[in-house]
């Protein structure tokens, strides 16, 4: 079992970043890949971005490559999303997942809005 918890969420403006946390606890030794997806108001929900736990290879979506950065602090159990060049499109729900053969985990999720 894995237990997630978001933060970091908020207001920035166009342009802003933020940098939000993802904070793993329990059986995080077995994690094989997290990352984040988000949900926009009446969209499914999207992948973000991943970084899988053996090498610390990362993935990104697209739309937020060059932009976003995933990275992790063993010690502390913590993935990080920094955010940078934020757009109002970013706006919607982060939320951290995990991966642990077979299983997979979901934080409560973050509220990130952009405004123009």
């Known amino acids: 079992q894995v237990q997630l918890v978001e933060s970091g969420g908020g207001l920035v403006q166009a342009g802003g970043s933020l940098r939000l946390s993802c904070a793993a606890s329990?059986?995080?030794?077995?994690?094989?890949?997290i990352g984040w997806h988000r949900q926009a108001p009446g969209k499914q929900r999207e992948f973000v971005a991943s970084?899988?736990?053996?090498?610390?290879?990362?993935n990104y979506a697209d739309s937020v490559k060059g932009r976003f950065t995933i990275s992790r602090d063993n010690a502390k159990n913590t993935v990080y999303l920094q955010m940078n060049s934020l757009k109002p499109e970013d706006t919607a729900v982060y939320y951290c997942?995990?991966?642990?053969?077979?299983?997979?985990?979901w934080g409560q999720g973050t509220q990130v809005t952009v405004s123009s």
């Open positions: 329990g059986s995080t030794f077995r994690i094989n890949f």
């Open positions: 997942y995990a991966f642990q053969s077979p299983n997979g985990y």
């Open positions: 970084i899988i736990s053996s090498s610390g290879t990362t």
